[in-house]
């Protein structure tokens, strides 16, 4: 009787344990996990069925659409002008939640440089900037509709999430460019999904990829004080082979909250 008595307890304490386990993968696993946004105060930005709600630049060609229930794209609209995605919504104050995945990476950037903490580019002896060869693939998300203030998405040794635009400005503060830098490499493998949490009050900014602070109240200058989310288009194709960085995206798992 002892005997049994143990193993049933053994097979309860192994049961409890892997409850456990389970628990833990649900609440803190990857970001193919959709997100619970049932309690009202978010909105949901795509359906999963077509681009309802989005404006799809004119003569775009199909290139940009929705397959398998996320909106994927080619880097190949044919639209003459501005050929991003941008919402037809406009928004001030909000959280953004989406999930991304860089589909491949065809194109060899030779033009990379080491991107120090403070914004600045790692020189070799003679002052020039080191440059390294990485597989690359490059797209992004536009804030309040300024292509200045996007939250990139590339595969960069410093990570997706920086805002290239006020880093690279030298007319910023020291102190911007260094804030818009990413403190930390939280990105995924190449065609795993990631999942942004891109928070801005006034011109204050604070982004969280796959869980990890890496921007954190940072100050974007003369940001506009509102507009549209716009998904970045990047690159160029010239005799069937890519010059330049291809957005070879997709996007999944949108929702707003205004605050």
Avoid: C
């Amino acid at each position: 009787m002892k005997t049994l008595f143990k193993s049933a307890k053994l097979y309860i304490t192994l049961l409890t344990a892997a409850l456990l386990i389970l628990l833990f993968t649900f609440f803190t696993g990857s970001s193919d996990l959709k997100m619970d946004k049932s309690d009202g105060d978010w909105v949901s930005l795509f359906n999963g069925e077509d681009l309802t709600g989005w404006i799809i630049p004119e003569g775009d060609g199909g290139h940009w659409k929705v397959l398998d229930g996320v909106i994927d794209y080619d880097a190949m609209s044919q639209a003459p002008g501005d050929k991003d995605l941008w919402s037809e919504g406009e928004y001030s104050d909000f959280t953004l939640n989406i999930d991304w995945r860089l589909k491949e990476t065809p194109f060899i950037n030779r033009n990379v440089p080491i991107i120090l903490p403070d914004g600045s580019h790692k020189l070799d002896e003679n002052g020039e900037v080191i440059r390294m060869a990485v597989p690359d693939s490059d797209s992004g998300i536009y804030l309040r509709g300024m292509p200045k203030a996007q939250i990139n998405i590339w595969t960069w040794p410093v990570g997706s999430g920086e805002v290239y635009g006020y880093r690279m400005d030298q007319n910023m503060p020291a102190e911007v460019r260094a804030g818009v830098t990413p403190s930390l490499h939280a990105d995924n493998h190449i065609g795993e999904w990631n999942t942004f949490e891109i928070t801005i009050i006034g011109d204050r900014l604070t982004v969280v990829l796959n869980g990890h602070t890496i921007i954190e109240d940072t100050q974007l200058p003369g940001v506009s004080e509102r507009g549209p989310i716009g998904l970045q288009h990047h690159g160029r194709m010239e005799n069937g082979e890519w010059v330049s960085s291809p957005s070879l995206v997709q996007f999944r798992n949108i929702y707003i909250t205004e605050l």
